[in-house]
């Protein structure tokens, strides 16, 4: 496995792959919802790339970029056993040099949900995003459904922009108590770990009403809010029921449907969704 920190070396290396090239972006902190990316990577691709890199653009002022978990130790270690080819991990400086000034941006998707919450921050995924398909020029590339949001704005760039790739999305990894993997889990102490149960919980609630025949969107948006505000440690951000392509709100639960939510557990802000079909 080849550790590559510089463009210029790793756009070299491209040319000696086998394709088709799959690529695994990530920040970093890898648990198993990167590697199920990873393995299927594998088994697609003669040649897997994992990319490492905490980008600075998705994080906004006060968000948590300083204090975002980061062991590449660690990470290296797992991916050499996963039989990655190569593992680029560029310095802010490499991505970012101080000229930097050209943006990538996706328009009306970026604008609900993480990009309401999060202002800037599908900016800075899709030109960090659009930057590493340059760089490594994938084949295919795999992205999780626990960012469900994020999948849907990169296929749209993909297509917006004619790039030549396919992206691959793949399921959400969760704990066997339902939490989505998450690397931000790493911040809960062990009473909040509990309480981040409810996002799991509250989604778990959507299906079963769904499923009981309820088709009121926002009767099921109100059950949920109201089990979430039974943990004293949660605060809700949004929750929403949204067509699963256009990720506009919903009166009527038609499918297919997403199902997501935001909820800050303490200080920690987590995501995850559903989608009923
Ligand atoms: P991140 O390192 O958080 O940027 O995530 C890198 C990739 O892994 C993204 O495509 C995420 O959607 C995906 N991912 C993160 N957590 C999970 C999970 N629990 N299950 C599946 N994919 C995940």
Do not use: C
Request: proline residues 6%; aromatic residues 6%.
């Amino acid at each position: 496995m080849k550790e590559i920190e510089k463009i210029d070396e790793m756009k070299r290396l491209r040319q000696q792959l086998a394709e088709p090239v799959g690529l695994v972006p990530t920040m970093g902190y890898l648990h198993e919802g990167h590697l199920a990316l990873v393995r299927q990577a594998r088994v697609e691709n003669p040649s897997v790339v994992v990319s490492i890199f905490v980008n600075p653009a998705q994080f906004g002022p006060r968000e948590d970029l300083k204090s975002y978990p980061r062991d590449p130790e660690r990470d290296l270690a797992l991916l050499e056993k996963e039989g990655v080819d190569i593992v680029f991990m560029p310095s802010v400086a490499e991505m970012y040099p101080a000229q930097f000034s050209s943006w990538v941006e996706v328009g009306k998707i970026t604008e609900r949900l993480e990009g309401a919450s999060r202002p800037g921050h599908f900016r800075g995924v899709t030109t960090v995003v659009a930057k590493l398909f340059n760089i490594i020029q994938p084949n295919k590339a795999y992205f999780g459904q626990k960012d469900a949001q994020q999948a849907i704005v990169i296929k749209k760039m993909v297509a917006d922009l004619n790039m030549n790739l396919e992206i691959v999305t793949l399921p959400t990894v969760r704990e066997p108590d339902g939490l989505a993997m998450s690397s931000r889990n790493a911040y809960l102490n062990p009473q909040e770990r509990q309480a981040a149960l409810v996002l799991y919980q509250a989604l778990s609630l959507a299906e079963q009403l769904w499923s009981q025949g309820e088709k009121d969107a926002e009767r099921i948006r109100q059950e949920m809010t109201a089990l979430i505000q039974k943990q004293p440690l949660a605060e809700i951000d949004y929750v929403s029921i949204a067509d699963a392509k256009t990720l506009d709100e919903l009166d009527r639960v038609s499918p297919p449907v997403l199902v997501s939510l935001a909820v800050r557990i303490g200080k920690t802000r987590l995501i995850d969704n559903i989608v009923l079909e």
